[in-house]
Nanobody, 114 residues
Framework: QVQLVESGGGLVQPGRSLRLSCAAS????????MRWYRQAPGKERELAAT????????NYADSVKGRFTVSRDNAKNTLYLQMNNLKPEDTAVYYC???????WGKGTLVTVSS
């Protein structure tokens, strides 16, 4: 079955970096657009980044543009989110998503705090 498993979250100080990973299985990963969403405490889920099956970045949220980079390795069936210059407002649970399959991971928590 379709499975998405996020990893790489944790506690980090403002200004530092983290890289999130999303391991995909159960479908032909390279054929699908993938997305990263995030949900901050008490807020609605927000689309952070979208990347096509062949690795073309389609969009970033204004709040992460210039700091976050989405990428994928189709040989490893893995989606990435490189997050640089993290800010306290980036604190959220980060989810990967396959929109065409309506598949979601369980999320990984990123906490940005000094």
């Amino acid at each position: 079955q379709v499975q998405l498993v996020e990893s790489g979250g944790g506690l980090v100080q403002p200004g530092r970096s983290l890289r999130l990973s999303c391991a995909a299985s159960g479908f032909t990963f390279s054929s699908y657009t993938m997305r990263w969403y995030r949900q901050a405490p008490g807020k609605e889920r927000e689309l952070a980044a979208t990347i096509s099956g062949v690795g073309v970045v389609q969009n970033y949220a204004d709040s992460v543009k210039g700091r976050f980079t989405v990428s994928r390795d189709n040989a490893k069936n893995t989606l990435y989110l490189q997050m640089n210059n993290l800010k306290p407002e980036d604190t959220a649970v980060y989810y990967c998503n396959t929109p065409s399959l309506d598949a979601w991971g369980k999320g990984t928590l990123v906490t940005v705090s000094s």
